[in-house]
């Protein structure tokens, strides 16, 4: 069964929706009972980072989580905001993530005030694949997806960063550990690629 973990943030029934396009049964829950009997996990969400860990922290669920996640070994997906939460700390509320990820999530710094390039960064964007990854099956290399944000992972060890994109400087856009994938932009709203990806991740 997939379980999309319900935590109180994020947009739960456009991520079900496309899942069922798929063919796949999926619940929503927060339910202790569903997520131990979950053969997938995604993890979205959106908005500020802050209030995103703090709704993890009130529903009680990291300890299950972590568990499911690295015990058990159960794939999980991060969507947008549900993503940054994997990495260890965010200049969104100066606050600690997760910390699956040897990864920090900041603001995108563009210092020319006259540039193009405004925040949040909306739109569709190209993928630049540098590692390669299931998640990628019969995705090529630039295929476009969906972004909405202000903030974006940063990391040093190159080893877990998967795909780049590009909005005035490149930034890490896709990361994966093991068993865990995050992913900045929104499946659920970048179309054939979207669906693609989220069927490589049903299918692992």
């Given at each position: 069964?997939?379980?999309i973990?319900?935590?109180?943030?994020?947009?739960?029934?456009s991520?079900q929706?496309m899942?069922s396009?798929i063919g796949?049964?999926?619940v929503i829950?927060?339910?202790?009972?569903?997520?131990?009997?979950?053969?997938?996990l995604?993890?979205?969400?959106v908005?500020?980072?802050?209030?995103g860990?703090?709704?993890?922290?009130?529903?009680?669920?990291?300890e299950i989580?972590e568990n499911?996640?690295f015990?058990e070994q159960i794939?999980?997906?991060?969507?947008?905001?549900?993503?940054?939460?994997m990495c260890?700390?965010?200049?969104?509320g100066?606050?600690?993530g997760?910390?699956?990820?040897?990864?920090n999530?900041?603001?995108f710094?563009?210092l020319?005030?006259?540039?193009?390039?405004k925040?949040p960064?909306?739109?569709?964007t190209?993928l630049?694949?540098v590692?390669?990854s299931r998640?990628?099956?019969d995705?090529?290399?630039n295929?476009?997806?969906y972004?909405?944000?202000?903030?974006?992972f940063?990391s040093?060890?190159?080893s877990?960063?998967a795909?780049?994109?590009?909005y005035?400087?490149?930034?890490?856009?896709?990361?994966?550990?093991?068993?865990?994938?995050?992913v900045?932009?929104h499946?659920?709203?970048s179309?054939?690629?979207?669906?693609?990806?989220?069927?490589?991740?049903l299918f692992i």
């Amino acid at each position: 069964m997939v379980v999309i973990i319900d935590y109180g943030v994020g947009n739960l029934g456009s991520i079900q929706n496309m899942i069922s396009r798929i063919g796949v049964d999926s619940v929503i829950s927060n339910r202790k009972e569903d997520l131990e009997s979950a053969s997938k996990l995604i993890l979205p969400g959106v908005g500020n980072f802050a209030y995103g860990m703090q709704k993890l922290y009130d529903s009680n669920l990291i300890e299950i989580l972590e568990n499911l996640v690295f015990k058990e070994q159960i794939p999980i997906l991060g969507i947008c905001l549900g993503a940054q939460l994997m990495c260890k700390f965010s200049e969104e509320g100066n606050i600690n993530g997760l910390g699956w990820f040897d990864a920090n999530v900041v603001k995108f710094n563009i210092l020319d005030v006259k540039s193009k390039f405004k925040i949040p960064h909306m739109g569709w964007t190209n993928l630049k694949i540098v590692k390669p990854s299931r998640i990628f099956t019969d995705i090529d290399n630039n295929s476009r997806f969906y972004f909405v944000h202000s903030y974006h992972f940063v990391s040093d060890n190159y080893s877990i960063v998967a795909a780049n994109a590009n909005y005035y400087y490149d930034f890490a856009s896709v990361l994966q550990l093991d068993n865990i994938f995050a992913v900045q932009f929104h499946p659920e709203k970048s179309h054939r690629y979207g669906i693609q990806l989220m069927r490589n991740f049903l299918f692992i």
